[in-house]
């Protein structure tokens, strides 16, 4: 295993476990986790519950996902405003490796929506500047994962933005707890501060500034009964995502004090009938590649954020107009 599929243990499950596997550890762990299937406290029995949560151990067979909720605008002196709903379509396909890990083809859209309609936006007008915008559909290909019994907390690269110190590997713990009523949930965090890709010299419309804060917020929830199923090569799952990021940079709030919240409900299913007619439709006309698991030759591809894909597909915005 190299450097960096130690990295690409940074998807959506596997980053930011210490304080869940702490929080556990204070309670007695129910026998449910250890079996008769898989043991979840060990590093093992977590990379195969990952693996079927994200994608499927079968590699004949992808596994898509949706994320669907809101995205408010934070600034001072105000409350938060929702602003727009947003949609990620992914779909992801496990790949087995000679020593027993699994990289996980992986590839996100995320399209912004009206939220009293639900359609997908090509332009919103951003009451803050009293200004219509053209909208960017965010087209992240791929965003791969990684999952073995060893690895190494390490939060995601973005093509070398977040640099990073090396640390040991130690087996993976996804930091399940009982739930009550038959389901196991985990709770994993991101806190990042690094380099922008969007340098305000050369995006002053879009760059919030020359250092990005971002954080991630996920919980994960599944039945324990379908964990311990070994008939089950993946397993369906529910939970919530939050994001707390800047502007977005279509959004041309520059460097105005402020920033945005996501909050949304994520889910996976094993046939597209799982998304929304109008997102299915959006993505079915203009990404139709988005709704197949990337080649294994994708693996070697950077994994970049919607910050790092503007500023590598998009060109600078003019000056508004007075």
Known sequence: MD????L??????????GAAREARAATAVPASFKG?????????????????????????????????GVVCGVRDGEALRDLFGFEVVSVARAWKQPD????????????YSDLATGDILREWKNPYL??????????????????????K???????????????PAIPFDMGWYDAGNGIAQNRTHINLYYPA?????????????????????????VKIEDLQNPKKTSVLNTGSWMRVTPWLPW?????TPGHIVYHSTTQSFDTLDGFKPKVLAHAEKLYPHMLEAPPKEYWNKPNLSSLEVYARDAKPAPPKKP
Do not use: C
């Open 197 to 221: 890709a969007l340098q305000p010299d050369k995006w002053p419309r879009e760059s919030a500034g020359k250092m990005n804060r971002v954080s991630e917020f996920f919980t994960t929830t």
């Open 251 to 255: 959004m041309l709030m520059g460097q």
């Open 130 to 151: 009293d200004e219509t915008v053209p909208v960017f559909d965010v087209i992240n290909d791929p965003w791969n994962h990684y999952f073995a019994e060893m690895h």
């Open 100 to 111: 027993g890990s699994y990289r996980v083809l992986h590839r996100e859209a995320i399209f």
């Open 36 to 68: 008769p299937y898989i043991d979840l406290t060990t590093g093992k029995g977590n990379m195969l519950a990952g693996v079927r949560i994200d994608a499927n151990l079968d590699e004949s067979k992808q596994k898509w996902g949706s994320v669907s």
């Open 8 to 17: 690409m243990l940074t998807g959506s499950l596997a980053f930011g476990l």
């Open 3 to 6: 450097r960096r599929e130690l």
């Open 153 to 167: 907390p390490m939060g995601p690269d973005y093509g070398g933005l977040n640099k990073q110190k090396d640390v």
